[in-house]
């Protein structure tokens, strides 16, 4: 067989990946991102094709045409806020550093809440990368259950997180905020899925325009006092939950960018014996 042939690779070991050089325990927390990944209601499917292929030209390159807000990725506060600090212009220091990975298991539509934060372990610290694993990671796929069903934080745990000294919250759900408080719902540019309203009031018998009258209220606190946020945790995040753990989650240099996807990474170091270098020449 001709070896330039393009040939599929094989689904990547499972976290984590002990790196040799450094003995750093690395754990994948992001979810595949491709042609055809999981878009909110509304949106345009992620589209790749090869623009330059092996066959006719010996290299391969490909063309994407997608939103940011696919897969997992960070918001910048320009996501919500108008003229709000873009992707690109945030400080590196917030996209690294020392976190906690909650364990607060949820159901269909339930909130997350302060007594859910205070409650769980490792207690938050002021600086923290913070990453709520509600379980709702198990059931990414391109359908209804996912996006329209899941959890999502109350406002006053944004606000909890906020006055915590969080530096960037993350969640293993479509959104940060509850499904109902999106355009999912009757909000601005909403409904983009006509059904969920009936669907919430006739299976809880509450109104959804009382339970969730603003449009995004906890990602707007987070955004507005510049904390990042992160949708779609995934990948091995199950591996680290109730642990202190380094996250990096770095996106582009793209100054205006609103969104942009993320290889989110924990890092661990079990024995503790590895440092970053100080920059002296040798």
């Known amino acids: 067989m001709n070896p330039s042939v393009t040939r599929h690779q094989p689904t990547p070991a499972p976290s984590p990946v002990i790196d040799p050089q450094t003995g750093l325990e690395l754990y994948e927390l992001s979810h595949p991102w491709g042609h055809g990944a999981p878009a909110y209601p509304g949106f345009p499917d992620t589209r790749m094709e090869r623009s330059v292929r092996h066959a006719s030209h010996g290299v391969m390159t490909q063309r994407i045409r997608t939103v940011m807000h696919t897969g997992t990725h960070v918001n910048a506060p320009i996501h919500l806020i108008q003229r709000a600090a873009g992707i690109g212009t945030l400080p590196l220091g917030m996209f690294f550093g020392n976190g906690v990975v909650l364990d607060i298991p949820k159901e269909q539509w339930q909130l997350v809440t302060v007594a859910d934060l205070e409650s769980a372990t490792p207690a938050v610290e ?4 913070v990453l709520i694993v509600t379980g ?13 069903h899941g959890p999502g934080l109350a406002p006053e745990a944004a606000q909890w997180l906020r006055d915590a000294g969080a ?4 969640v293993d759900t479509a959104y940060v905020d509850h499904p109902l408080a ?10 983009l899925a006509p059904y969920l309203v009936p669907r919430y009031e006739s299976e809880t018998g509450r109104v959804a325009s009382e339970d969730f009258p603003e449009l995004n209220p906890a990602h707007r606190v987070l955004l507005e006092a510049e904390i990042p946020t992160i949708e779609n945790v995934g990948g091995d995040v199950d591996l680290l939950l109730g642990k ?3 996250i990096q989650s770095f996106p582009w240099r793209w100054p205006e960018g609103d969104a942009c996807p993320v290889r989110l990474v924990g890092l661990r170091d079990d024995k503790g014996d590895y440092r970053i270098e100080t920059g002296e020449t040798k």
């Open 167 to 170: 530096k960037l919250v993350g």
């Open 136 to 148: 709702w990671h198990r059931r990414y796929s391109d359908s209804q259950d996912y996006f329209a």
């Open 244 to 246: 202190r753990v380094t």
């Open 126 to 129: 002021a600086g923290d990368i």
């Open 182 to 191: 999106t355009q999912l719902a009757d909000h601005r540019g909403g409904p």
